[in-house]
T-cell receptor, first 113, second 117 residues
Framework: AQSVTQLGSHVSVSEGALVLLRCNYS??????LFWYVQYPNQGLQLLLK??????LVKGINDFEAEFKKSETSFHLTKPSAHMSDAAEYFC???????????FGTGTRLQVTL | DTGVSQDPRHKITKRGQNVTFRCDPI?????LYWYRQTLGQGPEFLTY????????KSRLLSDRFSAERPKGSFSTLEIQRTEQGDSAMYLC???????????????FGEGSRLTVL
C-alpha cells in the first residue's frame, strides 16, 4: 500500500519569505515521489519528481524538495515566496509496480504582502 | 495546444440524468487515467487504461460509472443515474510508460466539473 500525508491544509507566508510544505509518505518499497501544483479551476501541473536519483530535487519556479528516507519525508521548499505561488499543492507517491499516483489531501498556500 | 483536453469543462445536471465526459490525451501517450477531486481533497484514482485495455478500477467506481477507450486514443467516462454525491471535478491525465509501474509524469487536463442538482 502507498499513501502520503500532508501536514497543514493551509499555510500562509509573507512575500519573500521561505515556503515549507510538508509531506510524509508510506511505502513498503522504494517510492517515486511527486509534487504537483493546482491553480484555481485548472488541472494539476508537475513541479518536481524524485525517481531514486539525487535526493535533492530541483523543480520549476525555484521549488525544490529533499527525499529523506530515514524520515519518510519529501518536503517542498522555496527560498522566497512570490504572490504568484498562491495555489494548492499536492504531494503524490507511486510505489513499486503500482501504476497510479496516490495523492495527499493538499496544502493551500497563501502569500501575503 | 497538444496537452490533455477535456470536454465539457462544466456540466450541470439534475439528479437521475446521465452524463458523459470526454478526454483527449496527448497523442503519443499510451496510458490514460481518470481521477475524481472533491472540494478540499486531493485527486482520487478512479481507473486507468493502457492503450485500449482498462487495467485497473477503483472501488470508488460504482456500477453507475463506466469508462471506455475504444481505440486507445480518446476516452469517455459516463455516469448513469447521477446522484448529488457525484458532484466533483473529474480529471483526466495521460502518461507514456512501458511495462509495469509508473515512472513518468502524469499530464493532467483542466478537468470537467460536474454539479448534480
Amino acid at each position: 500500500a502507498q499513501s502520503v500525508t500532508q501536514l497543514g491544509s493551509h499555510v500562509s507566508v509573507s512575500e519573500g519569505a521561505l515556503v515549507l510544505l510538508r509531506c510524509n509518505y508510506s511505502s513498503s518499497v522504494p517510492p517515486y515521489l511527486f509534487w504537483y501544483v493546482q491553480y484555481p479551476n485548472q488541472g494539476l501541473q508537475l513541479l518536481l519528481k524524485y525517481t531514486s536519483a539525487a535526493t535533492l530535487v530541483k523543480g520549476i519556479n525555484d521549488f525544490e524538495a529533499e527525499f529523506k528516507k530515514s524520515e519518510t519525508s519529501f518536503h517542498l521548499t522555496k527560498p522566497s515566496a512570490h504572490m504568484s505561488d498562491a495555489a494548492e499543492y499536492f504531494c503524490a507517491v507511486n510505489a513499486g509496480t503500482a501504476s497510479k499516483l496516490t495523492f495527499g489531501t493538499g496544502t493551500r498556500l497563501q502569500v501575503t504582502l | 495546444d497538444t496537452g490533455v483536453s477535456q470536454d465539457p469543462r462544466h456540466k450541470i445536471t439534475k439528479r437521475g440524468q446521465n452524463v458523459t465526459f470526454r478526454c483527449d490525451p496527448i497523442s503519443e501517450h499510451n496510458r490514460l487515467y481518470w481521477y475524481r477531486q472533491t472540494l478540499g481533497q486531493g485527486p482520487e484514482f478512479l481507473t486507468y487504461f493502457q492503450n485500449e485495455a482498462q487495467l485497473e478500477k477503483s472501488r470508488l467506481l460504482s456500477d453507475r460509472f463506466s469508462a471506455e477507450r475504444p481505440k486507445g486514443s480518446f476516452s469517455t467516462l459516463e455516469i448513469q443515474r447521477t446522484e448529488q454525491g457525484d458532484s466533483a471535478m473529474y480529471l483526466c491525465a495521460s502518461s507514456l510508460d512501458r511495462g509495469a509501474g509508473l515512472t513518468g509524469e502524469l499530464f493532467f487536463g483542466e478537468g470537467s466539473r460536474l454539479t448534480v442538482l
